[in-house]
């Protein structure tokens, strides 16, 4: 297999900017595989060493095997393409409070095979509710959706 390198990329989503920095064998196989970055040939001018040292150290990836930010992103990228949109749901079973991303198409497909789901939209939520959100497809249930299955 061939050398990867290590390249600088942004991701600009309007009103800011993801930057990480991606290992990949050229920066063509980058912007085959995720059309929406950028290849950055030189770091920015406002980019100091220090906050380039601090993109490696906590957002780099792998081409081969995406991890974190860059998993979510593929993973949205493909549920998008499907014509699905993420919807927020709480479900409490047994005491226990979970909250989930559900890609569906509608809402009315969640809430037609699945009961006990209480939908979020437009609930403001808490940084530690997000922080313990999963995310499950409707078209491959998991443990989550088969708990609340009708």
Request: charged share 30%.
């Amino acid at each position: 297999m061939a050398e990867k390198y290590t390249f600088l990329c942004a991701h600009d989503y309007g009103m800011g900017g993801v930057w990480m920095t991606i290992s990949a064998r050229s920066a063509d196989e980058i912007e085959e595989k995720y059309p929406d970055l950028t290849v950055v040939d030189d770091r920015p001018d406002w980019m100091t060493y220090d906050v380039y040292e601090e993109i490696v150290k906590t957002s780099s990836y792998d081409i081969d095997s995406p991890t974190g930010w860059l998993f979510s992103f593929t993973y949205a990228k493909q549920r998008e393409s499907e014509g699905k949109r993420p919807f927020m749901f709480r479900g409490v079973k047994g005491g226990v409070t979970e909250y989930r991303t559900i890609w569906a198409r509608d809402v009315s497909e969640i809430n037609s095979q699945y009961s006990g789901l209480e939908d979020l939209t437009g609930v403001p939520l808490s940084a530690d509710d997000l922080d313990d959100m999963g995310t499950s497809d409707i078209d491959e249930p998991d443990e989550f959706l088969v708990r609340y299955r009708r």
